[in-house]
């Protein structure tokens, strides 16, 4: 038991200076530590089969993949995948579809969150908005089927929307399945699920800012306008910039399931993003190492991305999502 | 009389509105109560259409055009049928098992793993976290995912619903975080007492932490019951279905999605039937719903989405 008080060091200031010379020998750290090695096992299993085991496995676009004889049977053919990927016109649509859902969330979905949770802020009984928010927090939890399907109750062609047209005598409206309309739902979709839930963070922020400051300026004769202008925009700023970074970083990344989902209703000229177009060449089509290779490309890009925008959210003088 | 009056006043006033506050405009005012009224419509008012139409007869759901706002004869026909045994019976098991043995196992295995990773100084901990991280910037793409599970040989089993999601990387940063916010004296007090990491655990943590371990089991059971794509790709059997995967075929195939793998019997099915599975499917979620909530208001989830 001495030795074991002895091994492990005590406190923050105790921590640091292990990490500056470690010299307790590896040997007895392993020993002082066998119940907590132990305590990972589960968790670095699933680590190292379905997240670095799927990661090793991308290494299959670089394959003729043929699922008989495996991924050590299968022959390397270098970038073929790749040439025939950047050769494929579908592809470049699909990455196009991506871009422009991408853009339209965010400049109609972005800003709303933003919207609701200054609605929210300003609402001087604490009750109501209590139950405001937990009304408006409540779709991020529903599945993407039963959203899916609450819209089409809705706007659908047996839906309410066109129900109550056609009990005025006037036109039915062609919302879904209508490829023209596609891109429009898939943003309002998004906004309907996850506009309550996003405001957490914007109120977050606003609850934050120093009561004081707007009491000083209107004290020196803001209107509640100006207040608004220089004191909750200025403190919110922060929240916004890294917010916007991190979407853009993802802009890659839309809702796989949200458009899997009504892909077939339009087809694939205006419903392919990038990860359908892995999915229906993939798994559907058996075209592995082609599926791979557009899945890798995009994981690629992402990493880029993501490791650009944390750059600039450092430039700006964000902490950003690392360190 | 009249200063008796303002002083019961004054601090009325200030409950509401700061003292330095103008009163709202009465336009401002009634702006603000349409934009929320606005708002509440619009979360509740498909929810309200899809539980009617699921109570109402179906001739007047078939008289309406497919839908109702509220059941004029209400019956519970619609709920009988799909429980009495039968695709969606065997689905709403099949989901309520994966849903209890998967967030079971997460949650067991987050703990674990983020209860090691939060003590100080643990062999190998600074590399295990990064290597965790790195998986949050490269998630394993589609494809990759597949081929793993399928030469895990987990193909076709309930397991390939729970293995490759058992940890969520975000659900055990947080934990690991609120792990490591609990003061150090405590562990140091129990190990002078003679207590193994797994006691600190049992006695410390996990008593000191329920508040967290709710939220992160609760987005798990989310998760879990939300889940459908995994199904999709992982389950050849359509017996061994989910109750969202049959939602997404059966009903979302009955609308103006099409979709080859549905089947006859169930596209017939009146509308009142397939609101009936739409509102099962998602009962579970606003059960549970309350519960989550109260943790919003603790801070938990807004301490952890900033970090």
Redo the contacts between chains.
């Keep these: 038991?001495a030795e074991?008080?002895a091994a492990?060091?005590?406190?923050?200031s105790?921590?640091a200076t292990?990490?500056a010379k470690p010299r307790v020998p590896?040997r007895s750290?392993?020993r002082?530590?066998r119940?907590?090695?132990a305590?990972?096992v589960?968790?670095?299993i699933?680590?190292a089969?379905?997240?670095?085991?799927?990661?090793?496995?991308?290494g299959?676009a670089f394959l003729d993949y043929v699922?008989f004889l495996?991924?050590s049977g299968s022959r390397w053919t270098g970038l073929e995948n790749f040439q025939r990927l950047f050769g494929d016109a579908d592809f470049w649509q699909a990455a196009l579809n991506t871009l422009e859902i991408s853009v339209l969330q965010l400049v109609f979905f972005f800003p709303a969150p933003l919207a609701?949770a200054l609605?929210l802020h300003?609402?001087?009984?604490t009750k109501?908005k209590?139950f405001?928010?937990?009304?408006?927090?409540?779709?991020h939890?529903?599945?993407?089927?039963?959203v899916?399907?609450?819209?089409?109750?809705?706007l659908?062609?047996?839906?309410?929307l066109?129900?109550m047209l056609?009990d005025y005598g006037l036109h039915t409206v062609h919302i879904?399945?209508n490829p023209d309309a596609f891109k429009p739902m898939i943003v309002a979709q998004v906004i309907?699920k996850d506009t309550?839930w996003g405001t957490?963070?914007f109120?977050?922020a606003l609850a934050n800012v120093d009561?004081q400051m707007?009491?000083a300026a209107?004290?020196d004769g803001a209107s509640?306008l100006r207040r608004f202008w220089h004191v909750t925009l200025p403190a919110i700023r922060p929240v916004i910039a890294l917010l916007l970074v991190l979407r853009l970083g993802e802009i890659l990344s839309i809702g796989?399931?949200q458009i899997?989902?009504?892909r077939?209703?339009v087809g694939g000229a205006t419903a392919e993003i990038i990860?359908t177009y892995?999915?229906y060449h993939?798994?559907r089509s058996g075209d592995?190492g082609l599926?791979?290779a557009a899945?890798?490309f995009?994981?690629v890009i992402?990493?880029i991305l993501?490791y650009a925008a944390n750059k600039v959210s450092h430039r700006m003088g964000e902490s950003g999502?690392?360190r | 009389m009249k200063l008796r009056r303002d002083s019961r006043m004054a601090p009325r006033r200030n409950a509401?509105?700061?003292a330095?506050?103008?009163p709202p405009h009465p336009l401002t005012s009634t702006g603000?109560a349409v934009?929320?009224v606005v708002?509440?419509a619009?979360?509740?008012?498909?929810?309200l259409?899809?539980v009617s139409?699921s109570l109402a007869s179906p001739a007047d759901v078939l008289a309406?055009?497919?839908?109702v706002?509220w059941p004029e004869h209400p019956s519970l026909d619609a709920y009988r049928q799909i429980l009495a045994g039968g695709v969606v019976s065997r689905a709403t098991l099949v989901s309520v098992g994966v849903t209890v043995v998967g967030t079971t196992l997460s949650l067991?295995?987050?703990v674990?793993?983020a209860?090691?990773?939060s003590?100080?100084?643990?062999?190998?901990g600074r590399p295990?976290m990064l290597?965790?991280?790195f998986?949050?910037?490269?998630?394993?793409?589609?494809?990759?995912?597949?081929?793993?599970v399928?030469?895990?040989g987990l193909l076709d089993s309930y397991a390939a619903l729970i293995?490759?999601?058992?940890?969520n990387t975000f659900n055990?940063v947080v934990m690991r975080g609120f792990f490591q916010s609990l003061p150090?004296e405590l562990f140091?007090a129990a190990?002078?007492d003679?207590a193994?990491?797994?006691m600190m655990?049992r006695r410390i943590t996990i008593p000191l932490s329920k508040a967290v371990l709710a939220v992160v089991g609760l987005f798990y059971a989310?998760s879990y019951?939300?889940?459908?794509?995994n199904a999709l790709?992982y389950l050849d059997t359509p017996s061994k279905w989910p109750l969202?995967?049959v939602?997404?075929t059966y009903?979302?195939a009955g609308?103006?999605?099409?979709?080859q793998s549905a089947s006859e019997a169930l596209l017939s099915a009146p509308?009142t039937v397939?609101?009936a599975v739409?509102v099962l499917?998602?009962i579970p979620?606003?059960l549970v719903?309350?519960f989550?909530?109260r943790f919003?208001?603790k801070g938990v989830?807004?301490g952890a989405?900033?970090s």
């Excluded at chain 1, 939890?141 to 039963?146: A, G």
């Excluded at chain 1, 899916?148 to 809705?154: N, R, S, V, Y």
């Excluded at chain 2, 619009?42 to 929810?47: D, I, M, R, S, T």
């Design positions: 038991m074991y008080d492990r060091p005590t406190g923050a105790a921590t292990e990490r590896w750290r392993w002082r530590d119940i907590l090695i305590f990972m589960p968790g670095l699933y680590y089969i379905f997240q670095y085991g799927a990661l090793f496995g991308s299959l699922p495996g991924l609701l609605l300003s609402l001087v009984y109501l209590r405001v928010q937990s009304v408006v927090y409540l779709p939890f529903i599945s993407w089927v039963i899916i399907a609450l819209f089409q109750q809705m659908g062609s047996t839906g309410m066109n129900g056609s879904l399945g309907w309550g957490i963070i109120l977050a009561e707007y009491e209107a004290l509640a796989f399931e899997l989902l009504q077939d209703a990860d892995v999915y993939g798994i592995f599926a791979a899945g890798l995009k994981g992402g990493v993501i999502v690392y | 509401l509105r700061p330095w506050q103008e603000k934009a929320i708002v509440l619009l979360v509740a008012v498909p929810f259409v899809v139409t309406n055009g497919g839908w706002i067991g295995a987050t674990l793993l209860f090691a990773l003590r100080p100084s643990v062999v190998g295990i290597l965790v991280l998986t949050f910037l490269f998630p394993p793409g589609i494809i990759p995912a597949y081929l793993v399928k030469q895990t293995a490759p999601v058992l940890v055990l150090e140091e190990r002078i003679g193994s990491e797994w655990l989310v019951w939300n889940a459908w794509f790709v969202q995967l939602v997404r009903v979302l609308g103006s999605i099409t979709d509308q397939q609101m739409v499917a998602t979620i606003v719903y309350p989550l909530q919003f208001v989830l807004s989405i900033k």
